[in-house]
């Protein structure tokens, strides 16, 4: 089946950035949407982006917009997640998944998941 795998993470003080990047098996990206999603400990997964496979629009969780961006690149089957002016709050592990329904902020609109990459902001 479908793998993803998620690299990129790491730490990094607020104010900084980092680009996270989910490559996929196969032909992956081309034909699907994609999408981050982050969990911290003691919280539920929450969406952070999305990126339709149709017409490449993007959409953002409000906690992340004007900070964070998603994009794909089809010929190296991989999706990144730029995060500049990176805050504490943004630790978490993030993962990458493949969207195969419309509800895109939530996860049961994703089929496959990445083992997800740890980002960890200090102060």
């Known amino acids: 089946q479908v793998q993803l795998v998620e690299s990129g993470g790491g730490l990094v003080q607020a104010g900084g950035s980092l680009r996270l990047s989910c490559a996929a098996s196969?032909?992956?990206?081309?034909?699907?949407?994609m999408g981050w999603f982050r969990q911290a400990p003691g919280k539920e997964r929450e969406f952070v982006a999305t990126?339709?496979?149709?017409?490449?629009?993007?959409y953002y969780a409000d906690s992340v917009k004007g900070r964070f961006t998603i994009s794909r690149d089809n010929a190296k089957n991989t999706v990144y997640l730029q995060m500049n002016n990176l805050k504490p709050e943004d630790t978490a592990v993030y993962y990458c998944?493949?969207?195969?329904?419309?509800?895109?902020?939530?996860?049961?609109?994703?089929?496959?998941w990445g083992q997800g990459t740890q980002v960890t902001v200090s102060s």
């Open positions: 990126i339709n496979w149709s017409d490449s629009n993007t």
């Open positions: 196969g032909r992956t990206i081309s034909t699907y949407a």
């Open positions: 998944g493949r969207r195969i329904s419309s509800g895109y902020t939530s996860p049961i609109a994703y089929d496959y």
